[in-house]
């Protein structure tokens, strides 16, 4: 597998804002300050030419802010992130140009990422004809053609995002991607939004594009059941670090990082009997102040006291497989397997 | 025991652009402790049932016929003077933003006892005491902590878990939640269904679970309705209807979900969308989008019972597909 994109030693830092009920309450005298986050905690990953590579863990682990800073819209506070050999954040000119339209990002919500007034011909042919990829006279039918692929009948081009249903702006969102040519998607909850039936199109229309134009996804989504049928590879986040790493069927059958297995077992899935819900205790801790060691122990059956006090590395545990935990190097695999 | 007896409930909404029927002659009964899962995709009419209950709709939307029977009381009849006393109650909502319940500026203790005395003349005291027991009850670890907090001191999970032990708070007989785990992750989820379950199991709680999501309510529902613009198109006992969907789109919604499907394989989909409410095809309103459509479905199918505790609302139901279910 020769890398499309290496992500190298990556991590993001912030400020958080204050939400609304903690401006009420700093408002009222409580002593509530902003914090500095570690959205992504040293993450390293390399994802292969035409590859699929699903990216799932609970809200707040760093998901986005990964994938911002793939597509190129935020820069790494340390590491560096490589497209084809180069090192995204370092490139000028033209050549920055050609990375930021080779890879693009598809959203969650296709109505804020749409521009309301514009019409669906003008969102989806600005770029390909600011950026010289189809000559202007051709522009009308090159967007024609991209909407067809996207299964948009090509006589709503006059029309405006607030005409459509969800899925059809989803796929508006898809084909505003796709005009300019890229080989890399980051599809960061495009299909969140969605009811399951036009959720199972969306994700129909990515599988076939795959195929028909050999791209390259980094599929972000909290619901690892989707990720799970769509992906080659699955990574796992929590809190800003990379947890488990595996092909998706063997991830899904054998997971190994507790938090994994967690995750595995508490997919809603169709019972026909009363289901015994027997969740892992403990909430997901502030990304503000995340525990020592091992981030999951407070919430892991396998905690001990090593974990408290020295972080896991991300290590092969098995071909192809890795995972940061410590049970791995203490002979108590077989506990975790 | 019938609790509740909805029949033919319509509740419409008289806009600018015309009616909306946004409950269409919806009916269900439930028994108390039971669990109802209604369940269908935006826009089908889940939260309108919801707020019709306990009488929340508000204009340009009114019932305009129908009958909510509770404990042997119609509401309908009863209007909001008989709504007004239940509300709260004995029938209680959740939401799937718990500050709809939440109020950010005050201690969880200050609403807690309000919401008790509200109804109650009961000393400070034993109100105290039984917000201490309710949070407990929905696996609060801590309460006496909790109950000095505020909400915003809570993460979203724990917040949702605060809103039901206050619906909890005046022991009621029905709780309507409406969405209440769709914005949780799902190890949160997780352990809010596994309270709730066991709450239902030990206080003959009557719940109405209302969601889009099909597989969450497959495990913790006794029976299922599943509503499609505007009306309950297919009802049953959980296991059953899941295992052998009656009507094609209770079909169509389980060969959606990727799950036990061969991975990478394309998914069965539904073609189409949802109708618009205002502009319903004639007849069966899935007709359009339906594999089984014919010339008999340009009028209008009943919700007939088509086995014992199993009705559908379709002239082709896919009864021969269960025979083969039950065969192998
Ligand atoms: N622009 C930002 N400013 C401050 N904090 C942020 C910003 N973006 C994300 N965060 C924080 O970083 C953490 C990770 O967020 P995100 O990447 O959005 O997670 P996910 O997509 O997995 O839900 C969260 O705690 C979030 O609040
Ligand atoms: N305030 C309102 N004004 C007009 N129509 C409304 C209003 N509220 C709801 N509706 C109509 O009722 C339908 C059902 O809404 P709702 O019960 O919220 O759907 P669900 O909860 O299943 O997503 C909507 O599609 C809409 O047409
Ligand atoms: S390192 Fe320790 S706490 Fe972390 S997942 Fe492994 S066993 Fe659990
Ligand atoms: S009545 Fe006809 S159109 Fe409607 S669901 Fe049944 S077969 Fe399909
Ligand atoms: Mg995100
Ligand atoms: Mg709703």
Not at chain 1, 244 to 255: I, K, N, Q, S, V
Not at chain 2, 122 to 131: D, V, W, Y
Not at chain 2, 195 to 211: R, S
Request: charged share 25%; aromatic share 4%.
């Amino acid at each position: 597998m020769t890398p499309i994109l290496e992500i190298d030693a990556v991590s993001k830092r912030f400020v958080k804002e204050l939400d609304v009920a903690e401006r009420t309450a700093r408002f009222l005298g409580s002593k509530i300050e902003p914090l500095a986050i570690h959205a992504v905690d040293g993450v390293s990953l390399s994802i292969g030419r035409g590859e699929v590579l699903g990216l799932v863990g609970e809200s707040g682990c760093g998901k986005s802010t990964l994938g911002r800073m793939v597509a190129g819209l935020t820069t790494p506070s340390e590491g560096h992130i490589r497209f084809r050999d180069a090192d995204v954040a370092s490139l000028t000119g033209a050549a920055a140009r050609e990375a930021a339209l080779k890879i693009q990002m598809v959203f969650q919500d296709p109505m804020s990422s749409l521009n309301p007034r514009l019409r669906v011909d003008e969102i989806v042919g600005e770029a390909p004809r600011v950026h010289g990829i189809v000559p202007r006279k051709e522009t009308a039918a090159y967007v024609d053609d991209i909407l067809s692929r996207c299964g948009l009948d090509p006589s709503v081009r006059r029309r405006y995002p607030h005409q459509f249903s969800g899925g059809q702006r989803a796929r508006i969102g898809i084909a505003r991607a796709l005009a300019v040519k890229p080989d890399f998607i980051v599809c960061d909850e495009s299909v969140a939004a969605l009811d399951v039936s036009i959720q199972a199109q969306v994700l129909n229309l990515f599988m076939r594009l795959r195929e028909e134009l050999n791209l390259t996804y980094l599929f972000i989504s909290h619901d690892l059941g989707v990720v799970e049928h769509i992906s080659d590879r699955i990574a796992v986040m929590y809190l800003g670090r990379l947890v488990e790493l595996g092909t998706a069927e063997d991830l899904m059958a054998r997971p190994n990082h507790p938090y994994t297995q967690a995750l595995v077992a508490e997919i809603p899935t169709f019972e026909t009997k009363k289901k015994q819900y027997s969740a892992i205790k403990g909430e997901i801790p502030s990304p503000m102040n995340p525990p020592p060691g091992c981030h999951f122990h407070p919430r892991c059956p396998h905690a001990h006291p090593r974990c408290k006090a020295e972080r896991p590395t991300l290590r092969e545990v098995a071909p192809g497989r890795f995972s940061a935990c410590h049970l791995n190097d203490e002979g108590a695999a077989s506990t975790a397997a | 025991m019938t609790l509740l007896q909805v029949e033919d409930l319509a509740t419409h909404f008289f806009t600018r652009d015309g009616v909306a029927k946004a409950v269409d002659g919806v009916s269900f009964s439930l028994d108390r402790g039971e669990i109802l899962g209604l369940v269908g995709e935006s826009g089908s009419g889940k939260s309108v049932t919801g707020f019709s209950l306990l009488g929340l709709v508000d204009p340009p939307g009114r019932i305009v016929s129908g009958k909510i029977v509770f404990d042997g009381e119609d509401l309908v009849k009863g209007g909001e003077p008989m709504m007004r006393t239940l509300r709260g109650k004995r029938i209680a909502m959740i939401f799937q933003d718990p500050m709809m319940t939440l109020n950010p500026v005050l201690r969880i203790d200050t609403q807690m006892v309000e919401t008790v005395l509200a109804h109650e003349r009961i000393s400070r005291k034993s109100a105290l005491e039984r917000c201490r027991e309710a949070l407990a009850r929905v696996g609060i670890a801590s309460p006496d902590e909790r109950l000095k907090s505020y909400p915003h001191q809570f993460s979203g999970g724990m917040r949702q878990r605060v809103a039901i032990a206050i619906a909890l708070l005046h022991e009621p007989d029905l709780i309507i939640a409406d969405e209440p785990t769709t914005a949780l992750d799902v190890t949160i989820q997780a352990q809010i269904l596994s309270e709730v379950q066991k709450l239902c199991a030990d206080t003959g709680l009557a719940m109405i679970w209302i969601t889009h999501d099909l597989a969450v309510v497959s495990g913790l529902a006794d029976q299922l309705a599943v509503m499609y613009a505007g009306k309950i198109i297919e009802t049953g006992e959980t296991g059953r209807v899941i295992e052998a969907p009656l009507h094609p789109y209770t079909k169509g919604l389980i060969a959606s979900v990727p799950q036990g499907q061969k991975h990478g394989a394309l998914l069965a989909q539904i073609p189409g969308t949802t109708p618009s409410l205002l502009n319903l095809p004639e007849g069966c309103s899935f007709r359009p989008r339906c594999p089984r459509a014919d010339a008999a479905c340009q009028e209008e199918p009943p919700l007939g019972a088509l086995l014992p505790g199993r009705a559908a609302r379709c002239f082709h139901p896919h009864l021969d597909e269960r025979r083969e279910a039950l065969a192998s």
